[in-house]
C-alpha cells in the first residue's frame, strides 16, 4: 500500500487516512473535498499529504467518503479514469443506487462496495481519529464482483484498519441498515425536537436530563448534510422502518391509555433481552 | 451521621448505601428488602451490616429507594412510627402523588421529597456502585415543609455524595421528567420492540448494528418492575409528551413521504443545537 487518493476528507475519510498512516509508514496520501476549509485543514492536521483533485495513475487504492447522493457521479467518473491495478472503495451509508448505477460500467471489477459501521456524532476533517474503525463492522457487497487481485488488497486494508468483515447484497443491506442505523437516528432527532419545543415553555429542562437522556438524544447531534441524503436515497426501507416504529409507539400509548399495565410490564420485559443480544453489558 | 436505614436494596439504595459508608467511616446501615434474595446479597457483598424491617428509634436517616407505587404507603408507616431527629426521604422517580399522599401528616416536616438523577440500565444490589450519585443531579420538591435542623442533615448527606441540587414543585418535576427521562426510556424500548420484530425474518440483523444503536436502545434494558409504575404514576404527563413526539415522527414521515428534504434538512439543523445544550461534548 503505497498510494491511495481520498475523496471527502471528513469523519471517515479522514479516520480512514490517519489508520493507513499508522499501519503503512511511508504511504502516500493525496485528497480533495468539495469544502475548501476541509481540504485546507486535512492537509494542515497532516490527515493527507497534498491537495489533489485528481488520483496519480498508479494510485493503490481511491477511496471515495462523500455523502451518498454525490457517490454514483463520482464513481462512474473515478472508474472511467484509472488503470487496472487501482481499486476504487466507497463508504456510502446506502449500497442499493450505488451498486445499480456502475453495475454495468466496463471496469465494474475494480470497484469494492463496502460500508464501515463506524462513526460519531461529529463531522469535518478535524473529528478524525486513528481507531475510528478498530472492532468495527465492515459490510461488503457484491464481493464476487470485484477483481481478486484487488480484493487481496482491499483485505490487506481491512486487516490494518481492524474491522469485522459482514457479506451480504446491497438491497437486504439498504433495509436492514434503515431498521439498526437510520431509524435510531430518527428516532434521536425527533426526541430532541419534542425536548426543544417544550424548553420553550420550560427554559430549564435540560438542567433536569440525565445520561440516560443524553444517551438517547446524543444522535441528534448528527450531521443534516449527510443524513438527508441517505434519508432520500433509502426512502421506502426508512419509511417501512419508520411506520413499524410509530405503530409500536401508537400501541404501547394505548395501553397507557387503557390502565394495561399488566401488558406494559410484560412487553418491557420481553424487549430486554435486547441488552443481552447486543452485550449492551461489555 | 451514624446510623441509617434504607428500604429496598436495589441500584439506588445500595449505591446510596456505599457512598455514605465511604463518607462516614464507622456510619451503621441497616436495610430491607422485599425481595429476599436482593436483602441477603445486601448483607454479602457489604451494602448494609444487618437486615432489619424497622429502623432502630435514635437513627438518623431513613431512605426509602423502593418503587414508586409502594412509596406513599411505605412513607406514611414510616413517618407514624419515627421520633423527631429522623429524617426521611425518598428516591421515588415521580413526586406529585408521594408529595399529596402526606400532605396532612402530623410528621410531614420529618419528610424531604429527592429525585437523584442517576441510574444506569442495571438493577439490584450487585449493580451499586458507590460513585454512583457524584456530579449528578439531585432534585428537592417543597424543600419549605421540611424542618431545618433535619434539612441540615440532608444538605451534609448531599454533599457527601457530590450531587448538584435543583429544587422545583412536585407537578413541575413529574411534568418535566415525562420529557427528559421517561419519554426516552419509552422510545428506547420501542426501538428495541421495531428491531426485535424485524429479526424474525432478518436473524442475523444485530450484527450490523453500530454504537449509535447501541446508544438510543441502551435504556430498553431498563426494570419493567421500575417503568411500569413510573408510568402508571405520571400517566398524563407521559401521555403528553408521548404524544407530541409521536406527533413529531408522523410530521417527519410525512415529510420524507412528500420528499421534502430541504424541510428535513432544515429540521434537523436546528434540532443540532441540542449537542451544545446538553455539552454532549463533554
Redesign the interface.
Known sequence: MKKVHIIGLGLLGGSFALALKKAFPGIRITGTDHNQQHQEEAVQIGLIEEIKDVAAPDTDLILIATPVHTIPDLLRSVLGKIDKNTLVMDFGSTKAQICQSIADHPNRENYLAAHP???T?FSGPKAAIDHLFSG??L?LCELEKTNLELKGKAYEIFEALGVKL?FMGPM?HD???A???H????????????????MED?KN??????????????????S??M??PI??EN?SN??E??????N???E??DE??Q?D?KK????????????N??N?EK
Open positions: 459501521i463506524a462513526g456524532e468495527k463492522i459490510i459482514r437486504e433495509n436492514q441498515l431498521y439498526v442505523s431509524l435510531s437516528h430518527i428516532s434521536s432527532f425527533m426526541l430532541g425536537k419534542t425536548v426543544l419545543d417544550k420550560d429542562i435540560l438542567n433536569m436530563a440525565g445520561s440516560g437522556f443524553s444517551s438517547t438524544v446524543r444522535l441528534a447531534k448528527s443534516p448534510a443524513w438527508t434519508i432520500k426512502k426508512i419509511l422502518a419508520l411506520n413499524q416504529y410509530i409500536n409507539l401508537m404501547f400509548r397507557i391509555v390502565d399495565y406494559l410490564f410484560k412487553k418491557m420485559e420481553e424487549i430486554n433481552r435486547i441488552g443480544l447486543l449492551l
